[in-house]
Antibody
Framework: QVQLQESGPGLVKPSETLSLTCAVS??????????WGWIRQPPGKGLEWIGI???????YHNPSLKRRVAMSVDTSTNQFSLKLSSVTAADTALYYC????????????WGQGTLVTVSS | QSALTQPPSASGSPGQSVTISCTGS?????????VSWYQQHPGKVPKLMIY???KRPSGVPDRFSGSKSGKTASLTVSGLQEEDEADYYC??????????FGGGTKLTVL
């Protein structure tokens, strides 16, 4: 059973960079069948797909986030990361790290989520 | 990449059937058979209920079914039970390795 666990600061100041890491257990990030990604959910609102990273470092992200998103993967530690720059209060959300099936594009495993608040 | 359109709310009595729609465009729902549905209870992590329009993961009751016609996908919950009360989100492949979600539908069991 794959398990994902997010970690990172719960509070980020406006204009700074949000950084999160996801540790994967029970499976290998180097698997050729899956993407590893991030989905967020502002308090009381819906889900928003942020983007995905493949084990070779290829990334794909939501165009609405423009150039603020950077994702990376570390196969040696079985972890992947998200950086979101120039954050504002609108980036306050519960951030989930997830596994996404490459073929079916289904999200079949989710972390528990970590709340990131953007505030001075 | 615009969010898919879902009704904000839906409801039904125990034992009844309810259908939730998810409308997109030819660039997402209408263009691919990669629509998924997720159930989220308050304070919980979303759970995959349907993928590839109408396939159920192991363990999901067959009361849950999915379909698609043109640019609109649908989730039907038959034989409504109290535990089905939750938020439901659709998602669709939108090309170029991107996903898009719907705004969510709050299902109330009356």
């Amino acid at each position: 059973q794959v398990q994902l666990q997010e970690s990172g600061p719960g509070l980020v100041k406006p204009s700074e960079t949000l950084s999160l890491t996801c540790a994967v257990s029970g499976g290998f990030i180097s698997s050729s069948s899956y993407y590893w990604g991030w989905i967020r959910q502002p308090p009381g609102k819906g889900l928003e797909w942020i983007g995905i990273v493949y084990h070779n470092g290829n990334t794909y992200h939501n165009p609405s986030l423009k150039r603020r998103v950077a994702m990376s993967v570390d196969t040696s530690t079985n972890q992947f990361s998200l950086k979101l720059s120039s954050v504002t209060a609108a980036d306050t959300a519960l951030y989930y790290c997830v596994r996404e099936d490459m073929v079916a594009t289904r999200v079949d495993f989710w972390g528990q989520g970590t709340l990131v608040t953007v505030s001075s | 990449q615009s969010a898919l359109t879902q009704p904000p709310s839906a409801s039904g009595s125990p034992g009844q059937s309810v259908t939730i729609s998810c409308t997109g465009s030819s660039s997402d729902v209408g263009g691919y058979n990669y629509v998924s549905w997720y159930q989220q209870h308050p304070g919980k992590v979303p759970k995959l209920m349907i993928y590839e329009v109408n396939k159920r993961p192991s363990g999901v009751p067959d009361r849950f079914s999915g379909s698609k016609s043109g640019k609109t996908a649908s989730l039907t919950v038959s034989g409504l039970q109290e535990e089905d009360e939750a938020d439901y989100y659709c998602s669709s492949y939108a090309g170029s390795n991107k996903l898009v979600f719907g705004g969510g539908t709050k299902l109330t069991v009356l």
